[in-house]
């Protein structure tokens, strides 16, 4: 054998390596998570028990029904929309795995885009998953995901994709589950999860229906409220009571020509009072240093401090960061907010809960405090 | 969608196939190298790994 085959044998065993190495971790990422049914979860069920095409694909996510079998509204939370957003898949779980339901009930599907769950962003340099320590000593994992749809499971993506409403976007927002709304049941796969998700909200004929999201430290959407037109006097009452909490939000009308957004089409497209709640992730930023869990957990970033001061940021920016509690008790402070103010306004819809951290209670005790043990 | 799936495997596999032969064939052992950073991304690709 020649010298340059016997190299060629040697790099290609050396390639097998690599290869198994780094399909193992990719292979990794396609592992569900474990999120735990707490007290007033009765039942659970999946995305094609609505949308049966969606069976047996990986985006079939599961969703959890949180009732207290007394007459009353019924509220819709979707965490996981975008997938590298933790505090919205991690809102959702607190949800799940905490809240007793005493009136109406509580829907939460935490991994609406499931499939953007099972990998990362290229070039992000994205941590794969991210680690809390329960009351009880355990760990909790949770993965750090995609911002779209995996493209093993839809692709190749177009160069301009053409939305519902005819409206041009660039290609790889035909990945983005928040711009394929209403959905398509003969459309691409991500228009298919959204419209799996739009009849959720149909035939549970969801009152109030809110999509928890993060948005980047530059983005001047954020600590915000954006709420479809007919949800908005809603929206307004509980911006004031979380200002009376001292948390600051922006709050917006849902643009009538930004489609196949949560905000617009589950309003124009159901019965539902739609909201989309953003706070502010450095994670996801375009100005960011190091990007690592701990960026994820606690926001800190010179990069985004130094911003902050040169005036180009649309949220506060310190050597403090943004922990994932800020995050996750902004969501869930606005969220009963929100519910709160419904019961007033419709008495005979009133959805009822307790057991759910707010803001102060994860400040002071963390995340990983409201966890469920793994055991 | 399954047929465009399938003629894109099969066009890696092809080209897979190509560069190691090539490989093979080669005798500067830094183009050799180089075959092996295509190989790994095309094989992951024909698994539909990532
Ligand atoms: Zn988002």
Redesign the interface.
């Given at each position: 054998m020649k010298k340059?085959?016997k190299?060629?044998i040697f790099?290609?065993i050396?390639?097998a390596f690599?290869?198994v190495a780094?399909?193992l971790e990719?292979?990794d990422q396609w592992k569900p998570d474990l999120i735990i049914p707490g007290p007033s979860v009765t039942r659970t069920a999946r995305l094609s028990d609505y949308f049966p095409k969606l069976k047996g694909e990986y985006c079939d996510t599961t969703i959890y029904f949180l009732e207290s079998g007394e007459p009353g509204g019924t509220v819709m939370v979707l965490g996981g929309t975008h997938p590298n957003e933790p505090s919205s898949l991690l809102s959702a779980v607190l949800l799940i795995e905490n809240a007793v339901v005493t009136q109406g009930r509580i829907i939460v599907i935490p991994q609406a885009n499931l499939s953007g769950f099972s990998?990362n962003d290229p070039q992000e340099a994205s941590p794969r998953k991210i680690h809390f320590e329960t009351a009880g000593g355990g760990v909790r994992v949770f993965r750090y995901g995609s911002r779209a749809t995996n493209p093993?499971h839809q692709?190749?993506d177009p160069d301009i994709y053409i939305n519902q409403f005819g409206q041009s976007l660039s290609g790889s927002e035909t990945r983005n589950l928040n711009r394929g709304y209403p959905g398509d049941p003969e459309g691409n796969y991500t228009e298919q999860i959204c419209y799996g998700i739009m009849e959720v909200i149909r035939q549970e004929a969801s009152d109030l229906s809110i999509d928890l999201h993060e948005a980047s430290p530059e983005y001047p959407v954020i600590n915000a409220i954006v709420a479809h037109e007919r949800a908005i006097d809603l929206a307004s009452i509980a911006v004031l009571d979380l200002q009376m909490e001292d948390l600051d939000y922006s709050l917006e009308i849902s643009p009538p020509s930004f489609r196949g957004l949560t905000h617009r089409e589950w309003g124009d497209y159901s019965d539902t009072l739609a909201i989309l709640m953003e706070t502010a992730n450095a994670s996801q930023g375009r100005i960011r240093g190091k990007t690592d869990e701990a960026l994820v957990l606690t926001g800190k970033d010179k990069m985004y401090v130094k911003a902050a001061e040169l005036g180009r940021l649309y949220v506060p920016y310190d050597e403090n960061g943004h922990p994932i509690e800020e995050r996750v008790g902004r969501h869930l402070t606005a969220t009963k907010m929100l519910v709160e103010n419904m019961n007033m306004l419709w008495p005979e819809q009133a959805v009822v809960y307790h057991g759910v951290p707010d803001y102060y209670e994860l400040m002071e005790q963390g995340y990983g405090n409201y966890l469920l043990p793994s055991l | 969608m399954f047929i465009?799936?399938l003629t894109y495997r099969l066009i890696i596999l092809f080209f897979t196939t190509l560069v190691?032969l090539d490989?093979?064939?080669?005798?500067d052992?830094w183009n050799?190298?180089t075959?092996?950073f295509v190989?790994?991304p095309f094989?992951?690709r024909l698994?539909?790994?990532?």
């Open positions: 340059n085959e190299i060629a790099l290609l050396f390639a690599v290869i780094a399909g990719f292979v990998h093993i692709w190749p | 465009i799936t190691i490989m093979f064939k080669e005798e052992i050799q190298l075959s092996v190989i790994i094989v992951l698994f539909m790994i990532k």
